[in-house]
């Protein structure tokens, strides 16, 4: 099962506010990885960390990975209508082979 | 296009019957990986290969469901005598395996979706 707490579950914002998703776990994760999914279609990768503490951008997407190494963080700035979709947190811990997925946070994004 | 593909996109199939699901991964990489996704939940792991090894397969849901990747390139996926719960969406995602490096990226094709009737 998830080893992997997503919240919100769920997200219903404005065109242009800022966003803010976490990822918490009892477990420590050595990477954690952040991916977008569209309907039907695949987990498109958006953001990996390997470093605790480390903090990463891709474009208005900048992401956190937890001193604790238990927890990660997603924020969106200026969000506009192509970032709805479904976003999931991942993590892979050392020696481990599988990566663990987060049940997901659903935006919605009100033009 | 040079990412990750997936064939078929769509199956429907009775129950009881045998499906096979194909992956084709990006080209330079040698890690393949098959997850399972059902509606609100996030990819659950089921198996994995390294070139043509299978080196984690205790995930796979029963011994119904196999993997293959005979020459190290492509994968598929068999689930024998389908049952409804086997409804989902397949994933595939593949890697790089850097020597010396323990964590890596993995990217992933468009899915097979199943349905069961």
């Known amino acids: 099962g998830q080893q992997l707490n997503q919240s919100p579950q769920s997200m219903f914002i404005q065109e242009g506010e800022d966003v803010s998703m976490n990822c918490t776990s009892s477990?420590?994760?050595?990477?954690w990885l952040w991916y977008k999914q569209d309907p039907g279609e695949g987990p498109v990768l958006l953001i990996a960390?390997?470093?605790?503490?480390e903090l990463t951008s891709n474009g208005r997407l900048t992401a956190q990975f937890g001193i604790t190494r238990k927890d990660s963080f997603l924020n969106i700035s200026a969000s506009i209508p192509s970032d709805v979709g479904i976003y999931f947190c991942?993590?892979?811990?050392?020696?481990?082979?599988?990566?663990?997925f987060g049940a997901g946070t659903r935006l919605t994004v009100k033009p | 296009d040079t990412g990750v593909s997936q064939d078929p996109r769509h199956k429907i199939t009775k129950r009881g019957q045998n499906v096979t699901f194909r992956c084709d991964p990006i080209?330079?990489?040698?890690?393949l990986y098959w997850y399972r996704q059902t509606l609100g939940q996030g990819p659950e792991f089921l198996t994995y290969?390294?070139?043509?090894?299978?080196?984690?397969k205790s995930r796979l849901l029963s011994d119904r469901f196999s993997a293959e990747r005979p020459k190290g390139s492509f994968s598929t996926l068999e689930i024998q005598r389908t049952e409804q719960g086997d409804s989902a969406m397949y994933l595939c995602?593949?890697?790089?395996?850097?020597?010396?490096?323990?964590?890596?990226?993995?990217?992933f094709g468009p899915g097979t979706r199943l349905t069961v009737t």
């Open positions: 290969f390294q070139n043509e090894a299978q080196l984690e």
């Open positions: 991942a993590g892979q811990q050392l020696f481990n082979n599988d990566m663990r």
């Open positions: 477990s420590i994760f050595n990477t």
């Open positions: 080209s330079e990489h040698n890690r």
């Open positions: 995602a593949s890697s790089f395996r850097a020597e010396g490096v323990l964590t890596y990226e993995q990217y």
């Open positions: 960390l390997y470093k605790a503490g």
